[in-house]
């Protein structure tokens, strides 16, 4: 099994900068990609960006794009989110989620274990 903690939510006004940190610990070997994902509410669950262990490979929503930068620390069995330029419309439970096996990198579906969420509140 796997587990992953996720950490660095919290509250920042418009324009600022957090960054999310996912802990994986247990079968780490296992693990092809990680991925973010976020849930407002009343809202769907949707991607954000991913990353490949391996190849350090990248996917990103268009949402995200120019604005977030996923990174990985092998060694900490560590990925990064870095959340710069924030909106309130960022503002959702931030999940860190893992694929055993290569997949859809933005499907939800397709992601085998998942951390409790952190909250974002991005403040106008």
């Known amino acids: 099994q796997v587990q992953l903690v996720e950490s660095g939510g919290g509250l920042v006004q418009a324009g600022g900068s957090l960054r999310l940190s996912c802990a994986a610990s247990?079968?780490?070997?296992?693990?092809?990609?990680t991925g973010w994902f976020r849930q407002a509410p009343g809202k769907e669950r949707e991607f954000v960006a991913a990353i490949r262990w391996n190849e350090g490979n990248t996917f990103y929503s268009d949402s995200a794009k120019g604005r977030f930068t996923i990174s990985r620390d092998n060694a900490k069995n560590t990925v990064y989110l870095q959340m710069n330029s924030l909106k309130p419309e960022d503002t959702a439970v931030y999940y860190c989620?893992?694929?055993?096996?290569?997949?859809?990198?933005?499907?939800?579906?397709?992601?085998?274990?998942w951390g409790q969420g952190t909250q974002v509140t991005v403040s106008s």
């Open positions: 247990g079968r780490t070997l296992r693990l092809d990609t």
């Open positions: 989620a893992a694929q055993a096996l290569r997949a859809t990198a933005w499907a939800a579906s397709l992601y085998d274990y």
